[in-house]
Structures are given as C-alpha cells and as structure tokens.
Nanobody, 119 residues
C-alpha cells in the first residue's frame, strides 16, 4: 500500500486548505486513516483519525473544531479539511493507514505535503 498526501501550500492565517490522501493500488475503505504533522524542529505528532467504518473521528485538542477528516470511497480518497489555520499549523502533513477499525501506530505511510501558514 502506497499512500500520497497532497494539497498543501501557502495560506494566510485564518484561511483554509483541504488535504487529500490517496492510494494507488488498494481501497482505503478497509483502513483506518490517520493524519499527522511534523513542524520544523519538532517531533511528528498525530492530529486526527477517521475510523474504517467512517462513522467516527478523533482529533488532537489543538485542531478540534477547526479540522475535519472525511472519506470519499468512490474516489478512494481521505480528506483533511483545515479551517481557521494558524501559523502554528505550519508543518509537513502525512497520512497513515492501519488495516484495523481504529488508527494504530500507522503501518503504511506516504510522502508528506507541506502546509505553510503565513501572512
């Protein structure tokens, strides 16, 4: 399973971006998908999980209410909608997959996408 995160870019504080996580060879409907980020000089941190059944999500407190994870199984894509972005959200964002109901340590990872929040 190869994942690819995309959709990053430069956005002003208060703006929005939508990240996508896609897979080329398998259906993501069988996986819980996690979102993570690594800011410059910091350790990677988990920020969100959408469960395999697509009926629940969990979020890091600092992004709760601003970020929303969703799936489109027809497009084999998982999204992370990011609103009210702050400079401290600047990081490389990654998605991971676990073939379980909920996110684990992340068995599969993809290349990240850079999000820069700056005026």
């Amino acid at each position: 399973l190869q994942l690819q995160a995309s959709g990053g870019g430069l956005v002003q504080p208060g703006g929005s971006l939508r990240l996508s996580c896609t897979a080329s060879t398998v259906s993501l409907r069988y996986y819980a998908i996690g979102w993570h980020r690594q800011a410059p000089g910091k350790k990677r941190e988990w920020i969100a999980c959408i469960n395999r059944s697509d009926d629940d999500r969990t979020y890091l407190d600092s992004v709760k209410g601003r970020f929303t994870a969703s799936r489109d199984n027809a497009k084999n894509t998982v999204y992370l909608q990011m609103d009210s972005l702050k400079p401290e959200d600047t990081a490389v964002y990654y998605c991971s997959a676990d073939e379980t109901e909920w996110c684990g340590v992340g068995v599969y990872w993809g290349e990240g996408t850079l999000v820069t929040v700056s005026s």
